[in-house]
């Protein structure tokens, strides 16, 4: 892996060299556009408004809008010289319960590598948070962007969360949700039946992604002029699907009462 940030981790008087590191990779395949009519590949040009004359990407620069309306060009000089854009500091604010941040505010993570010579002072604040179950928030700015984090460990890494800023989430306004709906014992009592039915520990692992592999399989049936998949014959739509409610819920109970038991896994410890 190469890193795409180094810096200082501070908390309090302590700093903490590191080195920041993606910690996800697409697995997506690889495409490029082309004429649908014989293959040819599509190229893009970035040319001035009004002609065909083609500008060069160095010579680009951001146009924003000011609070009266004029339009402003910044560089990227201009950016540069912002004073947070100096800043090679991973600065933790404070500690807080890992219940207080809700998933819906997740958004990147990467995983932070000790970058001294010795390790003791990563090591102490991993075996910190784990000890005291707490998130740490911190601020820091990578590509042009001061970004609100929440550092937390997962084995025996520490992961910078960068976290989604409070105004960037929306309010979820559905009508529906503001009517008065019954429900019965004897459905919350069976829909609880079937979550106790299907609980588990979580395996990532037992997952795949189904569309990556079906992607795989049609490009290389085509790439031998073959037929990937046979057509399905198109399920008909339940049109009563409250109505039965119960009914479906006991059914699914059932089911999974018939399925054969998978084996509890043992819980990694810490």
């Known amino acids: 892996m190469r890193a795409i940030w180094t810096g200082e981790l501070s908390f309090g008087l302590v700093n903490v060299p590191v080195k920041v590191y993606s910690a996800i990779e697409s697995h997506d395949a690889k495409s490029h556009q082309v004429d649908a009519k014989d293959g040819v590949r599509i190229r893009y040009k970035r040319v001035r408004e009004g002609t065909d004359d083609e500008v060069e990407f160095a010579n680009i620069a951001n146009a924003y809008e000011s609070d009266e309306g004029e339009t402003v060009v910044l560089s990227k000089e201009d950016i540069k010289s912002m004073p947070v854009e100096k800043h090679r500091e991973i600065a933790v604010t404070e500690f807080v319960p890992r219940e207080d941040v809700d998933p819906i505010m997740f958004d990147k993570p990467y995983y932070l590598e000790p970058s001294s010579k010795s390790p003791k002072a990563y090591v102490l604040l991993r075996q910190a948070l784990q000890e005291t179950d707490r998130l740490a928030i911190c601020t820091f700015t990578l590509r042009n962007r001061t970004r609100l984090c929440a550092l937390r460990v997962v084995g025996n890494v520490m992961v910078l969360q960068t976290l989604l800023w409070p105004d960037e989430i929306r ?100």
């Open 171 to 270: 309010t979820p306004e559905f009508p529906a949700l503001t009517e008065d709906v019954k429900i019965r014992p004897q459905e919350l009592a069976m829909a609880a039946s079937l979550i106790d039915s299907m609980a588990t520990d979580f395996d990532p692992e037992q997952y795949e992604d189904d569309y990556q592999v079906q992607l795989h399989q049609l490009i290389e049936a085509k790439a031998s002029g073959g037929t990937a998949f046979p057509e399905a014959p198109e399920e008909e739509a339940e049109d009563d699907e409250v109505a039965d409610l119960l009914a479906a819920l006991k059914a699914s109970v059932k089911n999974r009462e018939a399925q054969p038991e998978r084996p509890a896994r043992k819980r990694a410890a810490g």
